[in-house]
């Protein structure tokens, strides 16, 4: 199991990145949202702090929630395990010809 920061990072310290990784997919001034194991890259993600307000805990926390459920989802409906794969006889085109 490889934790989800070593994923982000596109690998481990000693090792090549890999430039596909989700760090180099976010725009410089731009952060993603993370959890706390994610405190290692300040720059490109922000984590719930002490000094944040309420509020912003507040939308921190739902924010977080949203993408565990989503997460959850996929998991649940094996939506990453298997290929879809549709028909190709059944598509038609703008003129609804097969």
Do not use: M, W
């Amino acid at each position: 199991s490889v934790h989800d920061i070593t994923t982000f990072r596109g690998g481990k310290k000693r090792e090549p990145k890999d430039p596909n990784a989700l760090q180099f997919k976010i725009p410089a001034g731009k952060r993603a949202l993370g959890d706390s194991g994610y405190q290692g890259e300040p720059t490109k993600i922000s984590t719930t702090r002490a000094g944040d307000s309420g509020e912003v805990k507040k939308f921190k926390a739902r924010c977080k929630s949203r993408h565990e459920t989503f997460n959850a989802r996929i998991k649940f409906f094996t939506i990453l395990s298997t290929r879809y794969r549709h028909g190709y006889g059944q598509l038609k085109d703008e003129d609804g010809v097969q």
